[in-house]
């Protein structure tokens, strides 16, 4: 990419800090952005969502969504932040239903036949691509945390008084169990090749 073709290094985006440690500059201070639950926390979220009639109308509004992203902006001395949704969107997006129980929480109606599965959308699309990279970029950054945190604790990381010894079993199994990341690999390529 060159750089008149790199929308982070637009003349109105370069004194952004975030922007330019993610263009791979080092600043100092570090920039900092925060995933936050805001309807747990801030009353202006709880107001707007409630005039919007709930979560989804909210979510798909999309001048509300873009004003509850800036809202922490309002409070709090951060450098950035990302278009507010939800994970909860996926799964409606394909046709589950989903709803919000008072004092509760949400709710996702239940998947457990073939039948229900075939009823999404996109489900007769093949994702085993998709797949693979999810589970091989998730389980070997899981493993590389976790290699990490044995390393700062040192020979002690390796006792059971300290949790980083089971997480890093667990985070191993992760790339063993359901097909192992050597196995993922092979599923990529061949879905590559394919085109």
């Given at each position: 990419?060159?750089?008149s073709?790199?929308?982070?290094s637009s003349?109105?985006?370069i004194d ?7 263009r791979?500059e ?9 995933m ?9 979220y709880?107001?707007?969502r409630a005039?919007k009639?709930?979560f989804?109308?909210?979510?798909y ?11 922490p902006l309002?409070?709090?001395?951060l450098?950035g932040a990302?278009?507010f ?6 799964p ?13 929480g949400p ?15 996109d489900?007769?699309r093949p994702?085993s ?6 589970k091989?970029?998730?389980?070997d950054?899981a493993?590389?945390?976790?290699t990490?945190?044995i390393?700062?604790?040192?020979g002690?990381?390796?006792?059971r ?12 199994v ?7 990341n050597?196995i993922?690999r092979l599923?990529?390529?061949?879905q590559?090749?394919?085109?």
């Open positions: 990419m060159t750089p073709s790199d929308p982070m003349p109105s985006q952004k800090p975030l922007l330019a440690v993610l791979g080092r600043r100092d201070p570090t920039p900092m952005w925060l936050r639950q805001a309807g747990r926390y801030l009353p202006e709880r107001a707007l005039e009639g709930g989804l109308d909210l979510v509004d999309p001048p509300s969504a873009a004003e509850v992203t800036i809202q309002r409070r709090f001395a450098d990302i278009l949704s939800d994970i909860l969107i996926v409606y997006a394909m046709g589950q239903d989903l709803w919000f129980e008072t004092g509760e709710r996702l109606s239940t998947v457990t036949t073939p039948a229900d599965l075939a009823r999404l959308k489900a007769d994702f691509k998709q797949a693979a990279v999810a091989l970029i998730c389980t950054a493993m590389r945390v976790t990490d945190a390393q700062v604790l040192g002690a990381g390796y006792t008084d300290f949790p980083a010894e089971r997480y890093m079993r667990e985070a191993k992760t790339q063993i169990f359901e097909g192992t050597q993922q599923v990529i390529a061949r590559l090749l394919r085109g």
